[in-house]
T-cell receptor, first 118, second 117 residues
Framework: EAGVAQSPRYKIIEKRQSVAFWCNPI?????LYWYQQILGQGPKLLIQ????????DSQLPKDRFSAERLKGVDSTLKIQPAKLEDSAVYLC????????????????FGPGTRLTVL | AQKVTQAQTEISVVEKEDVTLDCVYE???????LFWYKQPPSGELVFLIR??????QNEISGRYSWNFQKSTSSFNFTITASQVVDSAVYFC??????????????FGQGTELSVKP
């Protein structure tokens, strides 16, 4: 079974430029997550989708970050304009439909996109 | 508030040594899940184990074992006879069972394990 796919793997941009990351979750996984991992820290949730609806975006800096999952499968995370502090690894994860579970399902992660903002 | 603490930032051992990675968590909920993930230099988070709050049985999988103690809010991870391939950053994480919590994984800061030949 294919895992979570992400692209690109690496991206270098200058501050104030825009960038987009793409994620394709595991087939059949209704729940999709975007995490930001700053060097030396654990991942922090940015946004969670249930199919194509947003469940939790409380930690997403909405003035510059946006995300969508239009058809309930692939997702795109965008940063516009980028700041130096956005340099991090952006991880996408997916899990089975959380709403049908009493206890949380395991989240499976993609390889991440390493963003460097100069 | 929920929190996960991994007090050991870095650990260095020589191959074949046993090593224990500590994890302490805080939550007021009675139902929750705990996880361990491995992050090798390639960057992908690899799932290792999931344990729910009702099951305090220790678990062994090959050279890996986990000790869950609710009385001390700890979920420690031991690697027996460590190998160079075990070198990675290891994360402990907490997930709340309530859907209203939004499925947020709360990660610790990670412990970087270096196994030298």
């Amino acid at each position: 079974e294919a895992g979570v796919a992400q692209s690109p793997r690496y991206k270098i941009i200058e501050k104030r430029q825009s960038v987009a990351f793409w994620c394709n979750p595991i087939s059949g996984h209704a729940t999709l997550y975007w995490y930001q991992q700053i060097l030396g820290q654990g991942p922090k949730l940015l946004i969670q989708f249930q199919n194509n609806g947003v469940v939790d975006d409380s930690q997403l800096p909405k003035d510059r970050f946006s995300a969508e999952r239009l058809k309930g499968v692939d997702s795109t995370l965008k940063i516009q304009p980028a700041k130096l502090e956005d340099s991090a690894v952006y991880l996408c994860a997916s899990s089975l439909d959380r709403r049908t579970r009493v206890l949380p399902d395991t989240q499976y992660f993609g390889p991440g996109t390493r963003l460097t903002v100069l | 508030a929920q929190k996960v603490t991994q007090a050991q930032t870095e650990i260095s051992v020589v191959e074949k040594e046993d090593v224990t990675l500590d994890c302490v968590y805080e939550t007021r909920d009675t139902t929750y899940y705990l996880f361990w993930y491995k992050q090798p230099p390639s960057g992908e988070l690899v799932f290792l184990i999931r344990r729910n709050s009702f099951d305090e049985q220790n678990e062994i999988s090959g050279r890996y074992s986990w000790n869950f103690q609710k009385s001390t809010s700890s979920f420690n991870f031991t690697i027996t006879a460590s190998q160079v391939v075990d070198s990675a950053v290891y994360f402990c994480a907490l997930d709340m069972a309530s859907y209203n919590q939004g499925g947020k994984l709360i990660f610790g800061q990670g412990t970087e394990l270096s196994v030298k030949p």
